[in-house]
């Protein structure tokens, strides 16, 4: 066996294939599709995963007001926000952002399973959530994905 056979292909910027993909968010469970949706940004599904490169696929993710909290969540968890002046402590809970703004729930769940770094700012930016069926990404021909399909 020659150890010359064996070579390690990382991905670069030329080989990277991006798709596009849309997930319905109905009657789905926050964490199980966060985390799903955060392995697609990732590109962890594609044989030519990279650590260090944006080697995953643009998500687009529908129906999120339709999305389920189990057990208490809905009342129980808090999500705290700053405005930036003192004394601007905020906390909401779920049901108050189902309300105002559902995209923020599924947004902030994926961003919390993302590197803490410029790699994961850059993923972030391939998550687009939108509330009810309709989006405007229709000229990206996306793939209609079954979330159960994705490990």
Known sequence: MSTLSYKTLSATP?????????????NQTLGRLATR???VLRGKHKP???PHMDCGDNVIIINAEKVILTGNKLTDKTYVRHTGYPGGQRF??????????????VEHAV???????RLGDAL???????????HPHQAQNPKVVNLNDIR
């Open 14 to 26: 030329q080989t990277i294939q991006k798709e596009w993909i849309l997930i319905d968010a109905e």
């Open 37 to 39: 949706v955060a392995n």
């Open 48 to 50: 030519s995963y990279t």
């Open 92 to 105: 909401s809970t779920p049901k108050q952002l189902l309300a105002t703004h559902p995209e923020r729930i």
């Open 111 to 117: 961003r919390g399973m993302l590197p803490k770094n």
């Open 124 to 134: 972030y930016r391939n998550l687009k959530v939108y509330v009810g069926p309709e």
